[in-house]
């Protein structure tokens, strides 16, 4: 997964509790074992049930997105289950709220991990990052709600789309494209601090070395609201664009501040800085004229029919929530998984092994509209990003401005080592 908490507790509990089912398993232990129809299963997996993890954001800085993707999910697992579930089982998932806190997700993972088949999601590129050597070990696929590129390379960690950097160098792009941007120009890049912004920071000097910009950073905390020193220090340095790498409430922050300063420089966010709720703001007006957004995922406003029906889907199970970036981040991992599952049981394995052997199997799945590729733990599932404009009226908030793509120097990009 970051942002502003932009749901009440009490709605969050609601979620927790009603929208997820807690399952426990007859296999906690790790062992695997074939039943009388050959079908080799292992933890979370019993004779009518496949029970799913989900380690998650529901009252942290992460709340609003946290439970977009748990709804998303269970809405994914509703379906499934009607339609026959998978060899025969139920799949069920079980929520464990970390609050974005590292401590207590590794607490969530110890409690949960013997009981699941895999991680439907976990938020968070530091938790990942603290949970990893538990995740390699117990061989258990895991979804991470977040697209650094120190994530890939592992075996049992799958990021869902491209990564952080590989987004801010097709966005980069953009930017040049559409400010007309000379050689010797300055940009901006307004950043967190950790693995999320740094990695966006990577991405986008390198593109600024392909165009021969210079960057000019500014590092911020996931606590900093105000940052009106950081727009005042980018206006003084001349910049002609701003990259920016964080959280909805930075960017409402950055952007409102601009405008109030009449620093109307086009700004470019990775695509965890937008929330649709943000429109309904005083800044909205300034979002709309300001700002676009780079991601692997596409908006709600794509004219792509699966899309379109997961729109349609979601509002009718969930009318009073948002369309935001959290369902379809939550939908894309949940249906890789749930492809995952299926092929698993169609080679007779449903151990842990044999969901992470599916996966890796999977090199020409279309999730949303989006080829993926998972065949490669090295590399990113796609290279493509689409770039998307806040728009008030539009389902979700964003439009499309460019469809999927990717620029040359994103192939010839080397991925930071993890």
């Known amino acids: 997964m970051r942002h502003t908490r932009l749901v009440p507790a ?23 074992a074939a039943g ?94 603290s949970l990893q050597q538990e995740i390699e070990a117990k061989h258990l696929l895991t979804f991470p709600m977040a697209w650094a590129s120190s994530l890939l390379g592992h075996e049992h960690v799958q990021v869902v789309g491209s990564t952080y950097d590989i987004d801010m160098i097709n966005g980069v792009d953009f930017v040049v494209r559409t400010a007309k941007l000379k050689p010797g120009a300055k940009i901006g890049h307004v950043y967190f601090e950790g693995e999320y912004g740094e990695n966006a920071l990577a991405g986008a000097k390198y593109a ?6 210079t960057i000019v950073e500014q590092k911020i905390k996931p606590t900093d609201q105000d940052l009106t020193a950081q727009v005042t220090a980018l206006k003084q340095a001349g910049v002609k664009a701003i990259l920016l790498s964080a959280g909805p409430k930075q960017t409402a922050a950055l952007v409102g ?50 899309t379109q029906q997961l729109a349609k889907d979601y509002k009718a199970k969930y009318p009073k929530d948002p369309l935001d970036s959290g369902v379809i981040s939550g939908w894309n991992a ?24 599916a996966h890796r199997k999977q090199s020409k799945l279309t999730i949303l509209g989006v080829s993926l590729d998972f065949s490669d733990r090295a590399k990113p599932a796609t290279y493509q990003s689409f770039i998307q404009k806040p728009a008030k009226q539009a389902a979700g908030g964003l439009l499309t401005v460019e469809p999927a793509h990717e620029v040359p120097a994103a192939r010839a990009y080397s991925l930071p080592k993890s």
Do not use: M, W
Request: some cysteine; proline content about 6%.
């Open 36 to 129: 009388s129809d050959g079908l080799k299963t292992g933890p979370g997996v019993t004779d009518t049930t496949i029970t799913l993890g989900a380690l998650t954001d529901l009252t942290g800085p992460y709340a609003s997105l946290g439970k977009s993707i748990v709804n998303a999910q269970q809405l994914y697992a509703d379906q499934l289950n009607a339609s026959g579930g998978v060899c025969g089982r139920k799949v069920r998932i079980t929520v464990k709220d970390h609050g974005y806190d590292v401590q207590k997700a590794v607490s969530a993972f110890t409690e949960t991990e013997p009981n699941v088949a895999a991680l439907s999601q976990v938020i968070g590129s530091p938790v990942v990052s």
């Open 208 to 213: 600024a070395k392909q165009h021969r910009l």
């Open 257 to 306: 501040t601009a405008a109030a300063q009449g620093f109307a420089v086009p700004v470019l966010s990775n695509a965890p800085g937008f929330a649709p709720q943000l429109l309904a703001t005083p800044v909205g007006p300034a979002l709309e004229k300001q700002l676009h957004v780079v991601s692997a995922a596409p908006s709600f406003s794509s004219d792509t029919p699966a």
């Open 334 to 357: 949940i249906n890789v998984l749930g492809e995952d599952l299926k092929a698993a049981c169609k080679a007779k394995d449903l151990t842990r092994e044999g969901i992470t052997a």
């Open 10 to 32: 009490a709605a969050v509990l609601a979620v927790l509790t009603l929208s997820v089912t807690a399952c426990s398993t007859k296999s906690g232990t790790g062992s695997n």
